[in-house]
C-alpha cells in the first residue's frame, strides 16, 4: 500500500452526492475523509470539487473542471471516499478509472476502500467499530438484567429449600394468583442470629461449626453444618433483608456483582446492620488485600504459549513456571504498559473521530444483512409459489385416478417442504431487523466508552481493556506483545 501511494503528494479532494442514494456521506463527510487521508500520507490537498446530482439528469460540472486540470498537469492523484463516487456507475466507471490514470500518470484514490489494519489510523478505526458491537450486546444484557429485577421487585420465591431461619408461605398478587414468599421462621431465625452473633465476639468459623453439630443443629437441608454451609450464611445479604437472585447458573464461579439482582427490604431482615458490618469487617479483616489481575487469562508466555498466572506477596507479578528459566514481570510494569497502549493506540490514536463516517460504514454492513435477508425471502416465496403450483397438479393427478403410490410421497414431501419454508419465511419475516446506528449515539457510547476507561472503577476498567484487546504476549526478550480484537 505504501509503494502503491510513494511520490503523490498533490492532490485534489472529489465529492459527489446523489439525491437518489441519500444515505451515504454529506460531501462535507467525504471531504473531511479525504483530508484526514492525506494528512496522515502527508499529501497536500490543492483543490476541492464536489457535484450534486439531482434526478436523471448527470452533471457533472466540477468534474469535469478538476478533470481538464489534472490533465494540465497539476496533481499525482486524486481522493475520493469511494470509487463510485468518481466515477459513472459500473463497469464504465472502471474504464474511465484506468483511462485517466493511464493517460495522465496520476493515480485515483478512495480511501475508504484504503483503509487497511496495518496503519494506527486502521487499526483505531476497527477497533472502534468492535468496541461499538460490543457496547450493542451490552445494552442487550443490561435490557434482560431490568427484566429480571422487574420480575424480582416484588420478591417473589422462586423455589429451592429456603434458607436457614425462613419459611416459604402463600401470598396472593395483584392479579390474584398464588404466589410464594419467605417469611421469618421463629423456630430456626433464632439460631441464625445466635451464628452471626458468635462468628462477631471473635470466635472461628471452625469452632462455631464444631458447636452447632455438638448441640444437634442442622442446616436447612437437614445436614449437618460444615465450613462451606457456615459461610454460605454468614454471607447471606437475605438475612439483612436484601432479596437477591442469581441470574446466571449456579456453577459459573465467574460470577459478577453484575448478575446478581438485588431488592432491599424485599424478604423480612433476621439480622441488623450493625450486626451484619460486624461480621463483614471481620471477613475482610482476615481475608487481607487481594490483587486484581488485570491480564489475567489475557497475558501468555511467549516462551511456551500457557497464559501466564498472577502471583501476590509484596512484588506481585504474573509468570509462567512451565519451564526453567521462568518467565516473569512485575504486575505494575505490563498492566501500566497494556493500559498506556490502550490510551495512545486507541483510544486517543485519532483525535478528530469522524462519527458521520463510522456511522456510516456501520449502517452499510447493517444494510447489506438486510439486503441479504431480502433476497432469501424472495428466493423462498418464489420456491414456495412453485411447489403451490406442483402441488395442484398432483392432487389433479390423483384425483383422475393416476394415483400411483409415489405420487401420494410426491405430495408429502412437497408439503413437508412447504411447511419448512413458511417457518423460515416467518422467521426472516419477524423481528430482528437492523437497527440504524446514529450518530448521536455513536458519540455518546464512544464517550461512555472514554468515561469507564479514565474515571470508572477497576472493574469497568478491566471490561473495556477485555473488550478491545484479545491477547497480551510476552516475550522471552522482554518485547510485549498486544493483539487487538
Ligand atoms: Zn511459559
Redesign the pocket.
Known amino acids: 500500500m505504501n509503494e502503491f501511494l510513494s511520490g503523490i503528494r498533490r492532490v485534489f479532494a472529489y465529492a459527489r452526492v446523489s439525491t437518489k442514494h441519500q444515505s451515504g456521506l454529506s460531501i462535507d463527510g467525504q471531504f473531511r475523509m479525504c483530508e484526514r487521508f492525506a494528512e496522515f500520507y502527508n499529501m497536500t490537498i490543492v483543490g476541492k470539487f464536489s457535484d450534486k446530482e439531482t434526478g436523471k439528469v448527470n452533471t457533472r460540472e466540477q468534474f469535469d473542471v478538476m478533470l481538464e486540470r489534472v490533465y494540465a498537469g497539476e496533481v499525482d492523484g486524486i481522493l475520493c471516499e469511494k470509487y463510485d463516487r468518481f466515477s459513472r456507475a459500473g463497469a464504465s466507471g472502471e474504464v474511465l478509472i484506468q483511462k485517466i490514470e493511464k493517460e495522465t500518470g496520476i493515480r485515483v484514490i478512495a480511501v475508504a476502500e484504503l483503509m487497511d489494519t496495518t496503519t494506527p489510523v486502521g487499526r483505531a478505526m476497527r477497533g472502534m467499530r468492535m468496541l461499538f458491537a460490543a457496547l450493542e450486546r451490552e445494552e442487550t444484557v443490561d435490557r434482560t438484567i431490568r427484566r429480571m429485577k422487574d420480575m424480582a421487585r416484588y420478591a417473589y420465591w422462586m423455589g429451592g429449600q429456603p434458607p436457614l431461619g425462613y419459611k416459604v408461605i402463600d401470598v396472593q398478587d395483584k392479579e390474584g394468583k398464588l404466589r410464594k414468599k419467605l417469611a421469618i421462621d421463629e423456630e430456626t431465625a433464632p439460631l441464625v442470629r445466635k451464628i452471626f452473633e458468635l462468628y462477631a465476639d471473635g470466635k472461628s468459623q471452625a469452632q462455631i461449626v464444631d458447636w452447632l453439630n455438638a448441640q444437634g443443629y442442622k442446616t436447612s437441608r437437614g445436614g449437618a453444618f460444615t465450613k462451606q454451609s457456615l459461610h454460605d450464611i454468614l454471607h447471606n445479604e437475605k438475612y439483612r433483608g436484601i432479596y437477591t437472585y442469581f441470574k446466571g447458573t449456579k456453577h459459573n464461579h465467574h460470577a459478577k456483582r453484575d448478575d446478581v439482582v438485588r431488592v432491599p427490604g424485599g424478604v423480612p431482615a433476621i439480622i441488623d446492620e450493625e450486626l451484619w458490618d460486624q461480621v463483614q469487617k471481620r471477613f475482610r479483616a482476615h481475608a487481607g488485600y487481594k490483587h486484581r489481575y488485570l491480564l489475567a487469562g489475557l497475558l501468555k508466555?511467549g516462551?511456551?504459549?500457557?497464559y501466564?498466572h498472577g502471583h501476590g506477596g509484596k512484588e506481585p507479578d504474573y509468570r509462567?513456571i512451565?519451564?526453567k528459566p521462568r518467565?516473569t514481570i512485575r504486575k505494575s510494569k505490563i498492566e501500566d504498559f497494556v493500559l498506556a497502549y490502550i490510551k495512545y493506540e486507541i483510544l486517543e490514536a485519532v483525535t478528530d473521530i469522524d462519527f458521520e463516517l463510522m456511522a456510516h460504514e456501520i449502517n452499510a454492513q447493517a444494510t447489506q444483512r438486510d439486503h441479504t435477508r431480502k433476497q432469501m425471502i424472495d428466493k423462498l416465496t418464489l420456491e414456495l409459489s412453485r411447489l403451490q403450483t406442483d402441488e395442484e397438479r398432483l392432487i389433479q393427478a390423483i384425483k383422475a385416478g393416476i394415483g400411483l403410490e409415489g405420487l401420494k410421497e410426491e405430495a408429502q414431501k412437497i408439503k413437508q417442504r412447504k411447511e419448512e419454508i413458511k417457518l423460515k419465511l416467518s422467521q426472516l419475516r419477524g423481528p430482528g431487523g437492523n437497527d440504524y446506528i446514529k450518530v448521536q449515539e455513536l458519540k455518546e457510547n464512544w464517550e461512555l466508552m472514554k468515561k469507564r476507561f479514565y474515571e470508572g472503577t477497576s472493574e469497568q476498567k478491566e471490561m473495556v481493556v477485555r473488550q478491545l484487546i484479545d491477547e497480551v504476549i510476552l516475550h522471552p526478550s522482554g518485547y510485549i506483545q498486544v493483539i487487538q480484537k
Not at 516462551?303 to 500457557?306: T, V
Open positions: 508466555c516462551r511456551c504459549g500457557g501466564m509462567c512451565k519451564h518467565l
